[in-house]
């Protein structure tokens, strides 16, 4: 109940304010940096399978066209491309890239293919990726063409 010459306050202090807003702040001080290290696991994550669908993607133009079919990649600049026609991807520069061929398929020092035949077989190889402390290998069976993932141990 009102009494007359007092009156009614609606909303909040400017000290309630500033409690709220200073919450938030440690609120998102802890939450930021957990938020840019998911964001690096996602772009990671994304890389690997990029990789591994152009690898498939590859394997399948060599079957469905029965021609010889080449997965390109330069370690150094951080791109691929999926069959010689193909559209040049690129991948982050905070990437690290290992490629693992034969040595008849090393078009550069830091260049090479991953050749797919008609039949499904390949001439194998594998691809590691590493992002910080994060390693995956993305592994290509030569005598199936099978692309498989998996991670990578120190002593492989």
Same mark, same amino acid.
């Given at each position: ?57 590859? *394997? ?9 079919? $080449?997965?390109?990649? #330069? @370690?150094? &600049? ?57 390693? *995956? ?9 099978? $692309?498989?993932?998996? #991670? @990578?141990? &120190?002593?492989?």
């Amino acid at each position: 109940m009102l009494q007359s010459g007092k009156h009614c306050q609606n909303g909040f202090s400017l000290l309630e304010l500033i409690i709220v807003m200073a919450i938030m702040a440690l609120g998102f001080a802890f939450v930021a940096p957990n938020f840019a290290r998911t964001l690096d696991g996602v772009r990671f994550k994304s890389a690997v399978r990029e990789i591994a669908s152009g690898l498939r993607q590859t *394997r399948g133009i060599a079957l469905s066209q029965t021609k010889e079919a $080449v997965f390109f990649v #330069d @370690v150094e &600049e951080r791109i691929y491309r999926v069959d010689q026609r193909g559209k040049t991807h690129s991948l982050p520069k905070s990437l690290e890239l290992t490629l693992e061929t034969s040595e008849s398929e090393m078009t550069g020092p830091n260049q090479g293919n991953i050749r797919f035949f008609p039949d499904g077989s390949s001439t194998g190889g594998r691809i590691i990726l590493k992002w910080g402390n994060r390693k *995956r290998r993305v592994d290509i069976n030569w005598l199936t063409g099978r $692309v498989t993932l998996g #991670d @990578v141990n &120190e002593d492989v």
